[in-house]
């Protein structure tokens, strides 16, 4: 009897042991599925604020088709305007280089999801731009103006292709990965996303950074520059080449070494049929 009572006993702990490791087991999986799809859908946001982002930039630069340009408003005192715009150019600034570097990226996920690094870099940067869009300070003084039609034209159409380069650009590497669609996708089917592969497809085998060189074209061409626009222009094109030459190429030759310094040594940064 007193073996029986044993067993039973053990029988009965191990039975007590066994449904608390399963309700453990039950809410440890409902609490990864619901982080997980938090970050799904986290990233799934941040993307589609990144669209709103991007598509109104075009209408912001291009002066056209949103309320809200670089040359509308009411314009301010010229100290207020260049204050202004300044502050918000260098919190876009320094959102867009700090989050880039290695040791914050290994900071971050140190805390948060590997998944969630992307996302959270694409959304802030995306949440930079429509602050300018909102509170960017009106110069309205004119530097130039094209008054002949067909060039006017001409220079519309280089500032369309600038943008489209910038688009088809984060194509001929990953778009979905650097905008953090892919590491949301893996996390959610527990995939660990590999590294970027280094690639240098079409336009990258013209510059290093033909994204920027997009830029720059949709910032620069246009038939009517006002001093809002050329302070907007300036700042941006000497934050890229700094921010290109002097932090992203680093990394980029400490993350992938030998290749991407014969690649450095062959293909010009930012403008095509230069040297490096």
């Known amino acids: 009897m007193y073996c029986l009572d044993v067993l039973e006993c053990f029988l009965n702990v191990f039975e007590s042991s066994m449904i608390f490791v399963f309700m453990n087991f039950v809410i440890y999986s409902k609490t990864q599925v619901m982080k997980k799809s938090f970050i799904f859908i986290y990233g799934i946001v941040a993307y589609c604020i990144f669209l709103v982002a991007f598509l109104y930039a075009i209408g912001f630069v291009g002066n056209f088709f949103v309320p809200k340009t670089i040359d509308s408003g009411v314009e301010p ?24 570097r290695p040791k914050f990226k290994e900071w971050f996920t140190s805390i948060f999801s590997h998944a969630m690094e992307r996302s959270t870099y694409i959304l802030l940067s995306s949440l930079a731009l429509l602050l300018i869009y909102w509170q960017w300070q009106p110069i ?111 990394d980029l030759r400490k993350s992938i070494g030998k290749a991407y310094e014969t690649y450095q040594n062959e293909v010009p940064m930012l403008i095509p049929f230069t040297k490096k």
Do not use: C
Request: positive net charge.
């Open 140 to 250: 309205t003084t004119i530097v130039w103006k094209v008054e002949n039609n067909i060039f006017s034209i001409i220079l519309t159409g280089i500032f369309f292709t600038g943008w489209l380069i910038v688009l088809l650009s984060t194509f001929m590497i990953n778009h979905f990965e650097l905008f953090g669609l892919v590491q949301i996708f893996d996390n959610l089917k527990n995939k660990t996303t590999p590294n970027p592969k280094f690639q240098t497809n079409y336009l990258y085998k013209l510059v290093r950074h033909p994204i920027m060189l997009g830029f720059l074209i949709a910032f620069w061409a246009t038939p009517t520059m006002t001093v809002g626009h050329l302070f907007f222009t300036l700042v941006t094109t000497i934050y890229i080449f700094v921010a290109v030459k002097y932090l992203e190429e680093k």
């Open 77 to 100: 005192t010229l100290l207020k305007a260049i204050l202004t715009n300044t502050i918000l150019l260098s919190v876009f600034a320094l959102q867009h280089s700090i989050m880039a």
